[in-house]
């Protein structure tokens, strides 16, 4: 199993829906979780952090956690097609171990 | 203020020749991140330094690569002897303490021929 799993799409999604993008992590020791958008050629960028179970919002951005299910999750409510990227899960704790990354596609 | 930079941005190189790869830390962040992305692929943890701890070097791929914190700033990724294998962008990311939020820099585009 890998440390880090996000499913790669591309998820595709119209102008102004909602985008879900999802991550699962393997080692429950994790307290802090980041989710990065990096733009081709790019370098990644913070987004969200989140280290308490539940939901926190920051805009248009939701992240949710559930420690216990080892599962984190980042909303993007309507969606634009600058949001188009890929948004790339990392558990903290020192160095970062990031998944592979979904892309998202949000077209007109 | 300024973010976190690297040098050079892009650097390619023939097989075998030795590269030194430069990061500048956001200034007063204590830890420092070296990541490698090969082309299409997710970032890929090499080596973190923390304060004056002793740098947790369990990412590195093998005794080629190296790298050194001076003075608790700049920093300098190592590879010998290159190959082909080694061509990826090298990121490097700072943050104030660990496990706070890490900024990344520009990257390095390495490219061994």
């Known amino acids: 199993q890998k440390e880090v799993e996000q499913n790669s799409g591309p998820l595709s999604v119209p102008e102004g829906a909602i985008a879900s993008l999802n991550c699962t992590y393997s080692?429950?020791?994790?307290?802090?979780f980041f989710w990065y958008r990096q733009y081709s050629g790019k370098s990644p960028e913070l987004i969200m952090s989140?280290?308490?179970?539940g939901d926190k919002e920051d805009g248009r951005f939701t992240a949710q956690l559930n420690k216990a299910s080892q599962y984190v999750s980042l909303l993007i409510r309507d969606s634009q097609p600058s949001d188009s990227a890929t948004y790339l899960c990392?558990?903290?704790?020192?160095?970062?171990?990031f998944g592979t990354g979904t892309r998202l596609q949000v077209f007109p | 203020g300024a973010g976190v930079s690297q040098s050079p941005s892009n650097k390619v190189t023939e097989k075998g020749k030795d590269v030194e790869l430069r990061c500048d830390p956001i200034?007063?962040?204590?830890?420092l991140y070296w990541y490698r992305q090969s082309l299409g692929q997710g970032l890929e943890f090499l080596i973190y330094?923390?304060?004056?701890?002793?740098?947790?070097k369990s990412g590195l791929p093998s005794d080629r690569f190296s790298a050194e914190r001076t003075g608790g700033s700049v920093s300098t990724l190592t590879i010998q002897r290159t190959q082909q294998e080694d061509s990826a962008v090298y990121l490097c990311?700072?943050?104030?303490?660990?496990?706070?939020?890490?900024?990344f820099g520009p990257g390095t585009r390495l490219l061994v021929l």
């Open positions: 990311a700072s943050s104030q303490a660990s496990p706070e939020t890490q900024y």
């Open positions: 080692d429950r020791g994790s307290q802090s």
């Open positions: 989140i280290y308490s179970n």
């Open positions: 990392a558990p903290g704790g020192g160095k970062l171990i």
């Open positions: 200034s007063g962040h204590t830890a």
């Open positions: 330094f923390q304060g004056n701890s002793a740098p947790d």
